[in-house]
């Protein structure tokens, strides 16, 4: 039975990825911060015969991210944690972010994934196997003037994962990154502007299940976007600026 743990569950590309593992054979860890939510797809995933444990965590809370892996596997090992857990950043009049919003982005996106990421990986190498899975975004590649907090999380987790992978490839332990592009999930739904190629959360799912399945270094899409993004850090900054500049979006107030 694959034990799989998921942040960021309660909705988006996390709620997805959760009823796209969910069957007979699966035992699931679902983390997230709304109750309400996380229960419903909880529900979904055991209608579809997995066996559930709903999880309510803030990820920023590290001694309680260490606390919940040790407890998991010292019940049963964990073979792959996704760490989807992730917020927008950015300022609803288009202004830049204030301080507060950019740490919390920044911590929630980035040190949230590591509080879980990192006590995992310490367990699962000492057993040599175990699969991880960091969830990233083209705006790693492509930086957002609307969202720099975002995009700096979003790119320190490409680099980590990547190192990670050199790394840890060798001593039984996977890494993956995954970079998607526009996706209509609840969080995506908080931006006021231009989403070129959007795709449905389910959509997102399977792509990144058959990447993590295929164990691929970068699990990049949709492929148009993401070989355009991937090349404008090498572009001169007035053309980046420029190309860049249909991208811009203002926060909708949140639910």
């Not at 700096?152 to 990670?164: E, Q, T």
């Amino acid at each position: 039975m694959p034990r799989i743990l998921i942040t960021g569950a309660s909705s988006g590309i996390g709620a997805a990825l959760a009823r796209h593992y969910a069957r007979a054979d699966a035992s699931l860890i679902l983390v997230g911060r709304n109750v309400e939510r996380l229960e419903a797809v909880a529900r979904d995933c055991r209608a579809s015969g997995a066996t559930v444990e709903p999880v309510r965590l803030d990820t920023r809370d590290r001694a309680a991210a260490i606390a919940l892996i040790h407890r998991l596997h010292a019940a049963q090992p964990l073979d792959l944690v996704i760490a989807n857990a992730a917020v927008n950043g950015g300022n609803q009049k288009g202004e830049v972010e204030s301080e507060e919003t950019a740490f919390e982005t920044s911590d929630i996106n980035y040190t949230g994934s590591l509080n879980i990421v990192l006590p995992t990986l310490t367990l699962m190498l000492q057993r040599g196997s175990g699969q991880i899975v960091l969830v990233s975004s083209l705006a790693a590649y492509a930086p957002l003037q609307d969202a720099p907090a975002y995009s700096g999380a979003k790119a320190a987790l490409v680099a980590h994962g990547l190192a990670l992978r050199q790394k840890v490839g060798p001593r039984g332990v996977k890494v993956n990154v995954v970079a998607p592009g526009y996706v209509k999930t609840p969080m995506g739904g908080e931006l006021k502007g231009w989403r070129p190629l959007e795709m449905s959360a389910e959509q997102a799912a399977l792509r990144i299940a058959k990447g993590v399945a295929k164990d691929r270094d970068v699990i990049a899409f949709p492929f148009a976007l993401a070989a355009l993004a991937r090349t404008v850090l090498l572009l001169p900054e007035s053309i980046r600026r420029a190309g860049l500049y249909a991208f811009r979006f203002q926060r909708r107030p949140r639910r």
